[in-house]
């Protein structure tokens, strides 16, 4: 079944869940404008630091969202309605964003849609030209989920399958901290290991041939550990290597599970998304995998698939086609699930 898109309105996408802040401004179905300003603060782990993140988001909601209207070329006045995370994410976080929003609807009078951030990921798949049909199969991997979701419907999901562990984008990013790498790493470990041989090492498949539709990611960001304190040395040398073939164990993991969920549900759309999904392996095998499987594959172009506002606002616009708004009473929270 087709999923139903406004053709009019022009919505106002608010996200500050983390350490992203951004605003964009979809009109109708189409993006006019997408503004996303990374503030990567981070400990010495590579974790987020909460208040640094609130504060950034303070200093720059206002001047992100001047820039999101000035670059579609709308004025405040002619929005119809606005978008913002209210779930999950850092609490002082959202609430910069919440609030901002909540504001912007009050004296423009236009309604306000409160959006689930996971939810908001799935739906960012319908932000480009091939659009997916219900009932799809969503792959949803980011820095903080790892979950495969049946989705019958607009607010009608079956989580199916999550990580017990690590989230995969977690274990892309310490993975690469043991690698020297910055933070976030995944995408540096995407270009490492284009230069690098992905059989050179046989991490783990874990959990790739079990019954359930679970991951875990711990055991292989664990023998990477191992790997390295038993090769002392050969980071100088094999860096690229070892991150191809990491990265060949996650991937083969995600993809396979991922296909195997497909073939025994009977759904023919899959949809990856969430940031990990700008991995160039993970979309390509994706691709290939669902060619031979006479399945549908779906992804956001890589802008789209970490943290931004305009699956926010397409997300706000496909509820709002079907009549769901907030109240003005809306709180932020740190964990909702799905
Ligand atoms: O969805 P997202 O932007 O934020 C969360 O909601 O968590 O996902 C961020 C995660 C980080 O762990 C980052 O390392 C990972 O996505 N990531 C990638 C790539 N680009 C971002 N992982 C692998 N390959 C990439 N190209
Ligand atoms: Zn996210």
Same mark, same amino acid.
Request: charged content about 20%.
């Given at each position: 079944?087709?999923?139903?898109?406004?053709?009019?309105?022009?919505?106002?996408?608010?996200?500050?869940? =983390?350490?992203?802040?951004?605003?964009?401004?979809?009109?109708?179905?189409?993006?006019?404008?997408? #503004?996303?300003?990374?503030?990567?603060?981070?400990?010495?782990?590579?974790?987020?630091?909460?208040?640094?993140?609130?504060?950034?988001?303070?200093?720059?909601? $206002?001047?992100?969202?001047?820039?999101?209207?000035?670059?579609?070329?709308?004025?405040?006045?002619?929005?119809?309605?606005?978008?913002?995370?209210?779930?999950?994410?850092?609490?002082?976080?959202?609430? $910069?964003?919440?609030?901002?929003?909540?504001?912007?609807?009050?004296?423009?009078?236009?309604?306000?849609?409160? $959006?689930?951030?996971?939810?908001?990921?799935?739906?960012?798949?319908?932000?480009?030209?091939?659009?997916?049909?219900?009932?799809?199969?969503?792959?949803?991997?980011?820095?903080?989920?790892?979950?495969?979701?049946?989705?019958?419907?607009?607010?009608?999901?079956?989580?199916?399958?999550?990580?017990?562990?690590?989230?995969?984008?977690?274990?892309?990013?310490?993975?690469?901290?043991? @690698?020297?790498?910055?933070?976030?790493?995944?995408?540096?470990?995407?270009?490492?290991?284009?230069?690098?041989?992905?059989?050179?090492?046989?991490?783990?498949?874990?959990?790739?041939?079990?019954?359930?539709?679970?991951?875990?990611?711990?055991? #292989?960001?664990?023998?990477?550990?191992?790997?390295?304190?038993?090769?002392?040395?050969?980071?100088?040398?094999?860096?690229?290597?070892?991150?191809?073939?990491?990265?060949?164990?996650?991937?083969?993991?995600?993809?396979?599970?991922?296909?195997?969920?497909?073939?025994?549900?009977?759904?023919?759309?899959?949809? =990856?998304?969430?940031? $990990?999904?700008?991995?160039?392996?993970?979309?390509?095998?994706?691709?290939?995998? =669902?060619?031979?499987?006479?399945?549908?594959?779906?992804?956001?172009?890589?802008?789209?698939?970490?943290?931004?506002?305009?699956? #926010?606002?397409?997300?706000?616009?496909?509820?709002?086609?079907?009549?769901?708004?907030?109240?003005?009473? @809306?709180?932020?929270?740190?964990?909702?699930?799905?």
């Amino acid at each position: 079944m087709k999923i139903s898109l406004p053709n009019e309105g022009i919505i106002l996408g608010i996200e500050s869940s =983390c350490d992203e802040t951004s605003a964009a401004i979809l009109r109708g179905r189409d993006i006019a404008s997408v #503004i996303i300003s990374s503030q990567h603060f981070h400990t010495s782990f590579g974790g987020v630091v909460p208040e640094l993140a609130s504060r950034a988001h303070i200093r720059s909601i $206002v001047p992100i969202a001047e820039e999101a209207l000035a670059k579609a070329g709308v004025s405040a006045h002619d929005i119809t309605a606005i978008a913002a995370t209210f779930a999950p994410g850092l609490m002082g976080a959202l609430l $910069v964003g919440l609030n901002f929003a909540k504001g912007m609807a009050l004296s423009l009078s236009v309604p306000l849609i409160g $959006v689930h951030h996971i939810e908001a990921h799935i739906f960012s798949a319908m932000l480009e030209e091939e659009k997916p049909e219900l009932p799809f199969l969503a792959l949803v991997v980011s820095g903080g989920h790892t979950l495969l979701v049946v989705v019958e419907d607009i607010g009608r999901y079956s989580v199916i399958g999550k990580t017990l562990d690590d989230a995969a984008g977690e274990a892309f990013d310490k993975v690469g901290k043991m @690698l020297g790498m910055g933070y976030p790493a995944g995408p540096v470990i995407d270009r490492a290991a284009k230069s690098g041989d992905p059989t050179f090492v046989k991490f783990p498949r874990s959990m790739m041939n079990d019954e359930t539709f679970d991951f875990s990611f711990s055991g #292989i960001k664990t023998s990477v550990l191992y790997y390295l304190r038993d090769n002392p040395g050969i980071l100088s040398t094999r860096s690229a290597d070892i991150a191809a073939s990491f990265q060949q164990a996650v991937v083969d993991v995600l993809v396979g599970k991922t296909i195997r969920a497909a073939r025994e549900r009977n759904i023919r759309d899959i949809v =990856c998304v969430g940031g $990990v999904s700008a991995n160039s392996l993970l979309r390509s095998q994706f691709k290939t995998t =669902c060619d031979e499987q006479k399945k549908r594959f779906f992804s956001p172009r890589p802008m789209l698939s970490t943290d931004n506002a305009a699956m #926010i606002a397409m997300l706000g616009a496909l509820k709002l086609d079907r009549g769901i708004s907030s109240d003005l009473s @809306l709180s932020a929270m740190a964990r909702v699930p799905l």
